[in-house]
């Protein structure tokens, strides 16, 4: 039986307090960081092994501004955040959100303020907008297949 899900080898990691990165090899279990190793990991503890050699890993890399809002809904692996390393990302945090507008409002306001083309937004909206309330957004959100997906997360 393997201990983790995934083993991440070799690659540069950096922890997020602001200390020098170090060439480490990240132990991943449930979708969480398990371990950090030093030593070499025996890759039999894992289902899955990444070799990271060249890269860096940076579990935890936050993106807290971003226009997701729509692109979220159509495209949920968010895979340009993904290219980049960003492991979480924030919406609405952009001072804009879709959240409490009527989808015209919504697509007008990210239109006038962020450039972003009505003719994409309002259709994206009107086709999936189905919340009225926080607390119904999150409700759509927590049935909505959210995440990178795993060619994304091997790199091919």
Do not use: N
């Not at 983790?4 to 090899?25: C, E, K, N, V």
């Not at 050699?53 to 340009?80: I, K, N």
């Amino acid at each position: 039986m393997t201990r983790y899900d995934t083993l991440i080898t070799g690659g540069r990691y950096f922890d997020g307090t602001g200390g020098p990165s170090r060439m480490a090899h990240i132990a991943i279990k449930d979708g969480r960081v398990a371990r950090v190793f030093d030593e070499e990991p025996d890759p039999g503890e894992a289902e899955r092994v990444i070799d990271a050699r060249g890269c860096w890993v940076t579990p935890g890399f936050l993106d807290t501004h971003t226009h997701y809002d729509a692109e979220l809904l159509v495209a949920p692996s968010l895979s340009e955040s993904v290219r980049h390393g960003v492991t979480t990302v924030l919406i609405g945090s952009c001072s804009l959100s879709m959240v409490c507008s009527d989808p015209e409002d919504a697509s007008d306001i990210f239109t006038r303020v962020e450039t972003v083309p009505r003719e994409k937004v309002l259709p994206i909206l009107k086709q999936y907008k189905s919340w009225r309330t926080p607390k119904e957004w999150v409700a759509f959100m927590d049935q909505h297949p959210l995440g990178a997906q795993r060619d994304q997360l091997s790199g091919s």
